[in-house]
DNA sequence: ATATGTGCAAACTGTTTGCACACGA
DNA sequence: TCGTGTGCAAACAGTTTGCACATAT
């Protein structure tokens, strides 16, 4: 671990406590509880940079909207169309790493995403 | 097949064509060789149309652009972070698709998507 | 005639960036 | 002091949308 600035920590915190795939935005809305007056700005500049670096990962799910996970290990999400949730599932297979492999591709992030109708919205609907 | 207006019509037919994941800008530079006066407009009302009726795939890969994909089946993306060229691989396995199963999940898209530098990449730096 | 789709351009919005300033080594 | 990071606000860019008009049934 690095020393990083105070902002950037506060970050990582906000991120390492949430099980949810938070937004810029709200990630943004949390982190000034701890650091009130930081700026979107330099939220979405150390998401940026964590990012880059592989600490975190980022994930697009095509709702308009950057999400960030703390867990950069292999996962796939399943994104409901209906309410915009994402859940984590662990992966029985990694077919993306194996692939790779084979076609002399190096990955360094990999990305699962089922888009679909979660259970929560199926039976309240 | 139903009866797509003519916009519609080209649109497809431009997709159907290529086998890169061009985005909304290429595909309307491609369909105003066929119609010359077609608005972006006309081309993203499309696209978003087809993408919810399930007969294109939208794939974000987080490069800021929406891609396209005409092959709707389940496969793997391998996206370069240096050159950005999206290469298509057959998957081995099918884990969201297992997964979902498994946990009430009704996806009507999967997407799979490695990150990293390509072979042509790799050689060239 | 009526409903659906189009062309055009303005508006929208998540994200990026330039710049002056603050902070830590 | 010097370099890196920040706060602020303006700019950016891909996408969406309102509206008048065209098109097909």
Redo the contacts between chains.
């Keep these: 671990m690095k020393n990083y600035s105070k902002q950037r920590e506060a970050i990582l915190t906000v991120l390492r406590e949430t099980d949810t795939h938070p937004t810029a935005n709200w990630i943004y809305e949390q982190v000034r509880e701890i650091i009130p007056n930081i700026s979107l700005g330099t939220v979405y500049r150390n998401l940026s940079e964590l990012s880059r670096n592989g600490d975190i990962i980022?994930l697009?799910?095509?709702d308009g909207f950057?999400h960030f996970d703390y867990d950069t290990t292999p996962h796939?999400h399943?994104h409901c169309k209906e309410c915009g949730c994402i859940?984590d599932?662990?992966?029985?297979?990694?077919?993306?790493a194996?692939?790779?492999k084979k076609?002399?591709?190096?990955?360094?992030?990999?990305?699962?995403?089922?888009?679909?109708?979660?259970?929560n919205c199926?039976t309240t609907n």
Aim: charged fraction near 20%; hydrophobic fraction near 40%; charge should be negative.
């Design positions: 980022s697009n799910v095509g950057e796939a399943l859940h599932a662990r992966l029985e297979c990694d077919p993306l194996e692939l790779s076609m002399g591709f190096m990955p360094d992030t990999t990305i699962y995403v089922a888009y679909g109708i979660c259970q199926k």
